[in-house]
Each structure stands twice: as C-alpha cells, then as structure tokens.
C-alpha cells in the first residue's frame, strides 16, 4: 500500500463546510454534462460518498488540489443526484 505524501495531496487537508457549491456545463462535445467542485472545497471521503450512489457517471478525483468531478449525461439525472445529496451540495446549472 502506497504512502499518502502530505506535502504533495494537500486535499488531505480539506475540512469540509456544508453545502459546497457544484457547477454543471456541457463537455466540449456537447454529449454529456460536466459537474465540477471547486478546488480544495471538498474532501476525498465526501466525493467518494457522492459517487458511491451511482446517480452520476464518471467521476475523477485529484489528490493534489482537491479538484472533483463528475459526468453525467442528462440534466434531470443531475437534479436527482442534487436532490438526494441536499444536505452537502447545491447544484448550480
């Protein structure tokens, strides 16, 4: 098992605070919706939780900088995935 370095993912850092703000734009292509977190705003364990009800596709996480995002392919799977997680994030299209 590899060794977290401190130094270098500084997300380790992150306390999270309630509701953290989430952005949607369409990807580049057009075809799906990005849903971005704002860097350093939200903690592994929290992005992990939001992924883990699998309301939205693909998700990334950057150790380094704290940066989350998540795809999915319609607006209303969004609005479910928002609505179910209400407590932690808003959702702003």
């Known amino acids: 098992m590899a060794?977290?370095?401190?130094?270098?993912?500084k997300s380790w850092s992150i306390k999270d605070k309630f509701p953290i703000?989430?952005?949607?734009?369409?990807?580049?292509?057009?075809?799906?919706?990005?849903?971005t977190a704002p860097s350093m705003s939200i903690?592994?364990?929290?992005?992990?939780?939001?992924?883990?009800?699998?309301?939205?596709?693909?998700?990334?996480?950057e150790y380094d900088n704290g940066k989350a995002t998540?795809?999915?392919?319609?607006?209303d799977q969004i609005k479910k995935w928002g609505e179910k997680n209400k407590d932690k994030i808003i959702i702003n299209l």
């Not at 703000?21 to 849903?35: A, D, H, L």
């Open 70 to 75: 998540w795809t999915s392919y319609t607006l």
């Open 43 to 61: 903690s592994y364990g929290v992005w992990e939780e939001l992924d883990s009800n699998r309301e939205v596709d693909i998700s990334r996480y």
């Open 3 to 9: 060794e977290i370095n401190f130094q270098k993912e």
């Open 21 to 35: 703000n989430v952005y949607v734009e369409k990807s580049w292509t057009g075809t799906y919706f990005v849903i």
